[in-house]
């Protein structure tokens, strides 16, 4: 299928501004709108994307639209609100979402654009800022493989693994339970920490042997230098990694399936978004934990 040349970016978040820069890298016509449009000039005065005035007139202009926001009522927002995305669609279109949502709002999102006769994937990322910045997220896609094709010379630019998951919704659910299984086993790191702080242990070598053994783990690795050291500088936000897990148990129950010890987590993490972590990075469950 032939290469997309331009692509509509709504949401210039942490993720999303990163994102877009490395659409923009890779030689797209990117059409950029935030509802914060300072973020969106900065896109253009920086790597030379084109600033729209709403949503409607960057799909407009591109026929791609990808959102990257918050949740399902923002990207309804921003999809169907006033001047949203899906009025700039025509008939063909394709709009992607790369936000982190439920698998049944993205369903549902699917059969409202189809009704227009627009296309739908939903195709969250994993990786956080860094890999954000770096352009070597994962890219989980939900919907039907001709979609996928059209799409994937654009998560390319933005990821290192591209997988096509299954149907609608199946992008969405692979993505809440990775987050589930990181918020799990973060929180199990942090309380290992504590309890090696409380015996007076060296944490450096803790961490070490930890490391080397069959405690590792990816969060470990990431996570265990913040924890020590009480640096929750936000690379994925406590309060977005907490309404991850609300959505994957919400899911699971709808499914029969008792995920206790998510559920566990998401006290943890529900304690530490009450004590005014909700910006701070998600390491910052350990403050909830020693």
């Not at 997220?137 to 997988?163: N, S």
Request: proline share 3%.
């Amino acid at each position: 299928m032939e290469r997309p040349d331009k692509v509509a970016f709504l949401g210039l978040g942490i993720m999303g501004s990163r994102m877009a820069a490395n659409l923009c890298r890779a030689g797209f016509e990117v059409h950029a709108w935030n509802r914060t449009r300072a973020r969106a000039e900065e896109l253009a005065a920086e790597h030379g994307a084109v600033v729209a005035d709403t949503p409607a007139a960057a799909a407009a202009a591109a026929g791609i639209a990808i959102t990257m926001v918050v949740d399902s009522p923002e990207v309804e927002a921003v999809l169907f609100g006033a001047d949203g995305a899906a009025e700039g669609l025509s008939e063909g279109g394709l709009a992607v979402d790369m936000s982190t949502i439920a698998p049944s709002a993205s369903r549902a999102i699917a059969d409202r654009l189809g009704e227009r006769n627009v296309a739908f994937l939903d195709a969250p990322v994993t990786g956080s800022k860094p890999k954000a910045a770096d352009g070597t997220l994962t890219i989980m896609v939900g919907g039907d493989a001709a979609g996928y094709e059209r799409a994937k010379p654009l998560f390319e630019a933005m990821g290192k693994l591209v997988l096509h998951v299954g149907p609608q919704g199946h992008g969405s659910m692979v993505k809440l339970i990775n987050n589930t299984v990181a918020a799990v086993n973060t929180a199990a790191v942090a309380e290992g920490i504590a309890a090696g702080r409380h015996a007076g242990l060296d944490l450096d070598k803790l961490i070490e042997v930890i490391g080397a053994g069959s405690g590792a783990s990816a969060m470990l690795d990431l996570k265990a230098g913040p924890i020590i050291e009480r640096d929750y500088e936000a690379l994925f936000k406590l309060g977005h990694m907490l309404k991850d897990v609300r959505h994957c148990l919400a899911e699971a129950e709808a499914l029969g399936v008792d995920m206790r010890v998510a559920a566990a987590a998401e006290r943890l993490y529900a304690e530490a978004d009450d004590a005014g972590h909700y910006d701070d990075d998600f390491a910052a469950v350990a403050e909830q934990v020693g």
